[in-house]
C-alpha cells in the first residue's frame, strides 16, 4: 500500500512540475520593461495569438513551445544585429499594424495616459 502510495504521490508531482513548465502565457499582459517617458503598453496576448495561429510570428528566435518574453533577448540597446526592446516592439508591432491597416499606430493609442 505504501509503495502505491509513493507512485502516486511521484507521478503526480511529475505531472504537476512539466505542466507548470508548459502552462499558457497569460491572456493579457502589461509591457512595462522600457518605459521611461510613455506610460506602460497593455497587450492582449490571447487575442493577437488567436488571430497569428503561429507564435514564431512574434516569437521569431524560439522553438515552438519554447517562447520566452521579448525582453530575454532584446536588451535596452541595440547590440549588434540585435535591435533594442524598443525597437523590436515598434518595429514588429506597429509594423504589423500598419501592413494589416488595423491596430494602434500612434504613441497614445499603446501608451495611455
Not at 507548470?20 to 499582459?29: C, E, L, N, V, Y
Amino acid at each position: 500500500m505504501r509503495k502505491l502510495a509513493a507512485l502516486t504521490a511521484l507521478v503526480v508531482s511529475v505531472v504537476f512540475a512539466f505542466g507548470t513548465a508548459f502552462a499558457a502565457p497569460p491572456d493579457k499582459m502589461v509591457l512595462k520593461e522600457i518605459r521611461k517617458i510613455k506610460a506602460p503598453v497593455s497587450f492582449d496576448h490571447k487575442a493577437h495569438a488567436e488571430m497569428l495561429k503561429k507564435c514564431a510570428v512574434c516569437h521569431h528566435a524560439d522553438a515552438a513551445g519554447k517562447e520566452q518574453k521579448c525582453s530575454k533577448c532584446h536588451g535596452e540597446k541595440t547590440e549588434g544585429k540585435k535591435v533594442s526592446l524598443k525597437e523590436a516592439f515598434h518595429t514588429q508591432c506597429k509594423g504589423c499594424h500598419q501592413k494589416e491597416k488595423k491596430g494602434p499606430v500612434k504613441c497614445d493609442d499603446c501608451h495611455k495616459k
